[in-house]
C-alpha cells in the first residue's frame, strides 16, 4: 500500500450563500482533490471501504484565521458501472460514528440503484472528528464511572413536575462536567449543523464532479439536509430526506418532539391489530384476545390488559433468580414494538408479552431483556465512545432563542407540558429530552434561522427533494416529513407503509427502492400520496425484513454501548430516551 500522503489544501473565500449573506462560505480550492486509499485494517468491515480526508476552515466565521479541520472520509464504490457520482450519506444522531464498522452498504448500493459511490464522512463532534471530536470525560473509565441516574426518567404525567425538576438539576451537573473536561472551550461552538453543511459542500468540491449535492440523510441526518437545502439551494442535485425531523422544533424548541400525546397509542393498538390479524401462529400474543369481540375491540381490550399487566407488576414485582420483573419490562417490550430498529422480531416481542401476561416462562423473558451473551467481554472499543456527547454537543449548541434555551426548570416543564400530552411515551420522551439541554454552556458560531424556509411558496432548491416517512415512527412521524415538505417547493414525501424509524431500519421495500432509485437516476419523483408495501407483512414468518436491515444492528459501537447500558439500567427503566 502506498504511503499516508497529507494533503493540506488551499483554502479560498468565495461568496456567500444567500441564504446567509453575513457568513462566508470558504471553499476548498477545486484542484484540491481527495487522495482514497484502502482503509487500513483493523475495525471489522473497513478493509471494504477507501479512505479519505478533505482539508476545511475550522471556523468559517473567522475569515482571518487560517486553522483547519481534517473531515474523515470513507468511500463505498459503486457496484455497476459506469459511477454516476457520488452520493453522500449521514445516519442521524447526531453524533453517531463507527462508520469503519458499517455493513448496511449492500443494502444502500441496492437501493440506490449500484451507479453511486457512497460516502461516508466524520461529522464535527463525532468520534473520528479529530480536533473537534466533542467529549465530556478525559478516558472512557471515566465516562463509564460518572453517576448517571439509574431510576426511570419521567413514570407518569402526575409525577413529571418532580421528575423534570430532578432531571434538569442532573442534566446540568451533566452541563458542568462537559463544561470542565473541554479544555479548548471553542470545541462546543465550531460543531453546530451549519458548519457540518459547508464541509459537506467542501466535500463535494473535493469530490471534483459537477459540484451538485447529492445526499442521502436520516433521522437528524434530515435536519442537516434542509439546513444544507436553505444554505446552498442552488447546489441540490439529489437530497433524499427519510425519518424526517421537524426542523422547527429541532432548532427553535427545546424538543423535537411533536405534540401527539395519544398518537403513540393509537400506533400501538393498530401494531396489536396487525397481531390479531396474524393469528396465533404468527404472534402468540393473539392467544390473550378476547375472541367474542370484534377485531377493532380485540385489540382496544389486549392493549387495556396490558395497561393492567404493567401497574400489577410495578405493584407486585416478581423475582426471578438475579433479576426483579416489574412494569419496566412491560415498557421495554411496547417500546421494542414501536421502535423496532434494536432489530427485535416483532413476533419474539410479543411472545414474551404473553408469556408476562400469563406468568410463565419468566427466565426466558428476563433472557430476552438482558441476554446473557451480552455481559460476555467484547472486543475492546477502538476508541472512546463519546456519541452521547456529541449528540448533546450539537443538538444543545444549534438552539436559538428563547424557547431553545429554557432558562429553569420552571420553563422546561410548561415546554414538555405542551408537548407531551398524556400518552405515556411522549410524556417522558418530551420531559426527558426537554431536560437533556439543561444550561448548556455552548452555542453554535452560525446559528441557523429557520425562517430561511419560511418563504412564500416555499423554498426553490435548484431540484425537487424527495422526502420519506415510515406510516409508524414513534421517533419522527410521518407529519414531519409532509410539514417540512410544505416548506420545500416541488417536494414529494413518499410514505413507507412499515413501524420502525426510517426506511432502512424496517423491512425492505421493492417498491420504496424503486422510487429511490428513479428519483437517483432520471430526477422522477413519484406521485403525491404515492406508498409502499413492504415486501413482507410484520407478523409473518418468516420475517428475515427485520433482520440484518437494520444499521444499528451492524455497528459494532452501538453493539457495545446497548451492553453497558444494560448492565447499568435494569429493563425495569427506560434508558435515557435520546434523539436518533
Ligand atoms: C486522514 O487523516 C487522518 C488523521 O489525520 C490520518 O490518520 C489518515 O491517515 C488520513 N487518511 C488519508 C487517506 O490520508
Ligand atoms: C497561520 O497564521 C499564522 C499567523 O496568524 C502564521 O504564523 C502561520 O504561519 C500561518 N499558518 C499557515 C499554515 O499558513
Ligand atoms: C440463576 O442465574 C445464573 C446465572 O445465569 C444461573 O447460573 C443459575 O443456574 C440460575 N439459577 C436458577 C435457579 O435458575
Ligand atoms: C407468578 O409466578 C410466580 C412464580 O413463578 C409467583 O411467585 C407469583 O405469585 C405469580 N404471580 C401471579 C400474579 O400469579
Ligand atoms: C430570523 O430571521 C427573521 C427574518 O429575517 C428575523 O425576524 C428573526 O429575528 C431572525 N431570528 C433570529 C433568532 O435571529
Ligand atoms: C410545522 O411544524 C412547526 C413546528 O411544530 C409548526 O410551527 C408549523 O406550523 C408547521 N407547519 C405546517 C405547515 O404545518
Ligand atoms: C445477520 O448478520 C450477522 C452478522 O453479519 C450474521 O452473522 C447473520 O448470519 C446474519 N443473519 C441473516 C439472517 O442473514
Known amino acids: 500500500m502506498s504511503s499516508i500522503r497529507l494533503v493540506i489544501c488551499h483554502l479560498l473565500l468565495a461568496s456567500a450563500a444567500v441564504a446567509h449573506p453575513t457568513a462566508t462560505y470558504r471553499s476548498s480550492s477545486p484542484e484540491c482533490k481527495i487522495e482514497w486509499e484502502q482503509c487500513p485494517s483493523g475495525n471489522p468491515g473497513h478493509q471494504a471501504w477507501d479512505c479519505g480526508n478533505v ?26 458501472s459506469p459511477s454516476m457520482g457520488s452520493i453522500l450519506v449521514n445516519f442521524g444522531g447526531p453524533g453517531g460514528s463507527g462508520f469503519p464498522g458499517f455493513q448496511g452498504s449492500p443494502v444502500i448500493h441496492w437501493m440506490t440503484g449500484g ?14 472528528a479529530g480536533n473537534l471530536r466533542f467529549s465530556c470525560f478525559d478516558t472512557q473509565e471515566e465516562r463509564d464511572s460518572y453517576p448517571h441516574d439509574g431510576r426511570p426518567f419521567i413514570n407518569s404525567f402526575e409525577s413529571l413536575e418532580r421528575d423534570l425538576i430532578w432531571s434538569w438539576a442532573q442534566r446540568q451537573a451533566y452541563a458542568n462536567q462537559c463544561w470542565n473536561s473541554n479544555k479548548d472551550k471553542r470545541v462546543g461552538e465550531l460543531i453546530g449543523t451549519t458548519f457540518v453543511a459547508r464541509d459537506m459542500m467542501n466535500i463535494v468540491d473535493a469530490l ?35 425519518g424526517v425531523s421537524n426542523v422547527f422544533n429541532y432548532y427553535n424548541r427545546l424538543t423535537i418532539y411533536p405534540k401527539q400525546g395519544s398518537k403513540f397509542d393509537a400506533v400501538y393498538r393498530y401494531i396489536l391489530s396487525e397481531c390479531l390479524a396474524a393469528g396465533p401462529d404468527n404472534c402468540a400474543l393473539a392467544r390473550d384476545a378476547e375472541k367474542d369481540l370484534p377485531i377493532g375491540e380485540q385489540a382496544w381490550a389486549l392493549a387495556i390488559q396490558i395497561e393492567l399487566l404493567k401497574d400489577r407488576l410495578n405493584s407486585l414485582p416478581i423475582v ?21 430498529e434494536d432489530d427485535k422480531d416483532p413476533r419474539d416481542v410479543t411472545l414474551h408479552l404473553h408469556h408476562l401476561l400469563n406468568n410463565k416462562s419468566l427466565t426466558e423473558v428476563v433472557e430476552f431483556l438482558h441476554p446473557s451473551k451480552d455481559l460476555e467481554p467484547d472486543d475492546p472499543p477502538q476508541y472512546d465512545d463519546n456519541e452521547d456527547e456529541a449528540q448533546l454537543g450539537i443538538r444543545c449548541s444549534d438552539k436559538t432563542g428563547r424557547n431553545g434555551r429554557a432558562e429553569t426548570a420552571q420553563d422546561a416543564i410548561s415546554e414538555a407540558k405542551i408537548i407531551g400530552g398524556s400518552g405515556e411515551f411522549s410524556t417522558w420522551i418530551a420531559a ?18 429557520t425562517s430561511t424556509l419560511q418563504v412564500e411558496g416555499g423554498l426553490r432548491t435548484r431540484n425537487r427533494i424527495l422526502l420519506i416517512g415510515n406510516t409508524i415512527d414513534v421517533k419522527t412521524p410521518i407529519e414531519n416529513a409532509r410539514n417540512l415538505s410544505t416548506y420545500l417547493a416541488g417536494s414529494v414525501v413518499l410514505e413507507h407503509k412499515d413501524v420502525g424509524h426510517c426506511t432502512l431500519m424496517t423491512r425492505l421495500s421493492k417498491c420504496t427502492a424503486d422510487v429511490v432509485t428513479r428519483y437517483l437516476l432520471d430526477g422522477v419523483l413519484p406521485e403525491k400520496g404515492t406508498a409502499c408495501e413492504p415486501n413482507k407483512p410484520l407478523f409473518h414468518a418468516p420475517s428475515p425484513g427485520l433482520v440484518n436491515h437494520s444499521f444499528l444492528s ?23 430516551p435520546l434523539f436518533d
Open 55 to 80: 482539508t476545511v476552515p475550522l471556523d468559517y466565521t473567522d475569515e482571518s484565521s487560517n486553522e483547519t479541520h481534517t473531515v474523515q472520509l470513507w468511500r463505498s464504490k459503486a457496484v455497476k
Open 115 to 128: 451507479y453511486y459511490d457512497l460516502i461516508l464522512f466524520a461529522p464535527r463532534g463525532t468520534s473520528e
Open 208 to 242: 471534483g464532479e459537477d459540484g451538485m449535492l447529492r445526499y442521502w440523510g436520516f433521522s437528524y441526518g434530515s435536519i442537516l439536509g434542509a439546513t444544507v437545502a436553505a444554505m446552498f439551494p442552488d447546489r441540490i442535485h439529489r437530497v433524499i430526506l427519510d
Open 320 to 340: 426471578v433468580n438475579a433479576s426483579v420483573v416489574d412494569g419496566g419490562y412491560v415498557s421495554n417490550l411496547q417500546n421494542m414494538l414501536l421502535s423496532p
Open 432 to 449: 426527558a429530552s426537554t431536560a437533556s439541554c439543561a444550561k448548556w454552556p455552548w452555542k453554535s458560531k452560525e446559528s441557523f434561522n
Open 554 to 576: 451492524l455497528w459494532p459501537s452501538s453493539a457495545r454501548k446497548k451492553q453497558r447500558s444494560s448492565r447499568t439500567l435494569g429493563a425495569g427503566h427506560h434508558a435515557l
